[in-house]
């Protein structure tokens, strides 16, 4: 009943590292999202939780907000449980199947579910923040992000919607050398009345930020499978982002156009990969385009 109540309450008492297994389906709060920021901007505590069981692609909060780590639900041959929600929501997997765990009335039990994949990231985003004490809570989130095993040879029909891959506790406590470049913010503008409709060319401003270690010749790219847009500029050159370093395209954005024949209300997937030499990221999100409605803000 009172869960972000217990967040403030885990967060002032000295917990670095806390773990939701709950959460909901629904619309976001944003008086819930400034518990979030506040917790992890202001006492630098990291939050991470379960990304439910509904096995659809559907947001699911907290999970779902901003800053906190999402974790989906996987097996002992790393791919997805099919009750584990999916999507560009979701951070890292962990192993959710079959845990043995403490239950209520001094006992334990094997349970299923994101409830118990979450603890286990939880857990690994605890040893980060004992071998690299200096870390802040978006660091230690990175940390534990860059260093997931690749299990998408075998979540083919997921791609991307799985976030970074399974959880490797050792290579998150040993790894000193993978920066950690997160797209902090997306903006995406028509130069008119932000209402995306057929013909319309767009801008997409991004925010980069580096948690971890300098980049050397940084490259971010947009592109998309979708025919109902198509991209005039796509790439975007850093190079060298220091640790705690942003950088944004806002003077060169990227530049995609709606096709005159797009359908109404058209979902476009869209991916913006950043590279630095052997490794890369990807951070999938979507924009509705040619809609057959407009919002008014009053």
């Known amino acids: 009943d009172d869960g972000y109540d217990g967040i403030i309450y885990a967060a002032e008492h000295g917990a670095d590292i806390i773990n939701c297994s709950w959460g909901r389906g629904g619309t976001p709060s944003q008086f819930e999202q400034?518990?979030?920021?506040?917790?992890?901007?202001?006492?630098?505590?990291?939050?991470?939780?379960?990304?439910g069981n509904d096995g659809t692609e559907t947001s699911h909060y907290p999970s779902s907000y901003k800053?906190?780590?999402?974790?989906?639900?996987?097996g002992i041959s790393d791919t997805k449980n099919s009750g584990s929600n999916f999507g560009y929501d979701i951070d890292v997997c962990a192993p959710g199947t079959n845990i043995f765990s403490t239950v209520i009335d001094n006992s334990y039990t094997s349970l299923s579910g994101?409830?118990?994949?979450?603890?286990?990231?939880?857990g690994c985003a605890a040893m980060i923040?004992?071998?690299?004490?200096?870390?802040?809570a978006l660091q230690i989130g990175e940390q534990l992000r860059v260093t997931c095993d690749n299990i998408y040879s075998v979540n083919t029909g997921y791609l991307y919607k799985l976030g970074k891959g399974r959880v490797n506790?050792?290579?998150?406590?040993?790894?000193?050398?993978?920066?950690?470049?997160?797209?902090?913010?997306?903006?995406?503008?028509?130069?008119?009345?932000?209402?995306?409709?057929?013909?319309d060319t767009l801008d997409l401003v991004a925010l980069l930020n580096n948690l971890l270690?300098?980049?050397?010749?940084?490259t971010c790219t947009l592109s998309t499978t979708s025919s109902t847009v198509s991209i005039l500029s796509g790439i975007y050159n850093i190079g060298v982002l220091n640790t705690l370093d942003t950088a944004s395209n806002f003077a060169a954005?990227?530049?995609?156009r709606v096709d005159p024949l797009a359908?109404?209300?058209?979902?476009?997937?869209?991916?913006?990969?950043?590279r630095d030499g052997a490794w890369s990221d990807v951070y999938g999100f979507r924009i509705t385009v040619n809609v057959d409605y407009i919002n008014i803000a009053i």
């Open 34 to 51: 400034d518990i979030i920021n506040h917790v992890t901007l202001d006492l630098d505590r990291l939050v991470v939780a379960a990304a």
């Open 67 to 74: 800053y906190v780590t999402s974790v989906a639900w996987t």
């Open 114 to 122: 994101t409830s118990m994949a979450s603890p286990i990231a939880a």
């Open 129 to 136: 923040k004992s071998k690299f004490p200096t870390m802040n």
């Open 169 to 199: 506790m050792f290579k998150a406590v040993t790894d000193s050398v993978l920066p950690g470049v997160v797209v902090d913010q997306l903006q995406t503008r028509d130069r008119n009345d932000q209402v995306f409709v057929a013909g």
């Open 213 to 218: 270690r300098p980049t050397a010749n940084l």
């Open 253 to 256: 954005p990227f530049v995609l």
């Open 263 to 274: 359908p109404l209300n058209s979902i476009v997937d869209l991916r913006v990969t950043v």
